[in-house]
């Protein structure tokens, strides 16, 4: 998917749960919703990792696959360090670098996030920063 098709599905998810009329992202930073629901919110920190949702900064009760974590830093350098030197299987390289370009967040990337409860999950990154 590409990133614009990412935020068009978290609008339709959103419309679904409020039964219609999505706000605009840019009034609030993400898209209005119920208590419970799904949306788009702001990496600004990744240690300690920390989201910006509908204006309020969120650090505690984050909950995210590690491997979206894996060598992340608020500048997105450490990213690549593991993969300076190549290493065999050369798939296996080739994969795990391609994983880490595209899927780790970094500060200023936009995730999606389901909230329920008091807990807020990250499923991934919408939009690269």
Do not use: C, W
Not at 71 to 86: M, R, W
């Amino acid at each position: 998917m590409t990133d614009h098709n990412i935020v068009r599905m978290v609008h339709a998810i959103e419309e679904r749960i409020s039964g219609g009329g999505a706000a605009d992202m840019n009034s609030g930073g993400g898209v209005q919703a119920s208590v419970d629901g799904t949306f788009l919110a702001d990496v600004i920190s990744v240690k300690p990792l920390s989201i910006q949702l509908q204006g309020q900064t969120v650090s505690a009760g984050i909950y995210i696959n590690p491997a979206l974590t894996v060598a992340a830093s608020d500048g997105g350098d450490e990213i690549l360090k593991p993969f300076e030197t190549p290493f065999e299987p050369a798939a296996a390289y080739e994969f795990l670098k391609e994983f880490h370009e595209k899927y780790v967040i970094k500060k200023g990337d936009t995730v999606v996030v389901v909230m329920t409860g008091s807990g807020f999950y990250i499923a991934g990154r919408a939009v690269a920063g």
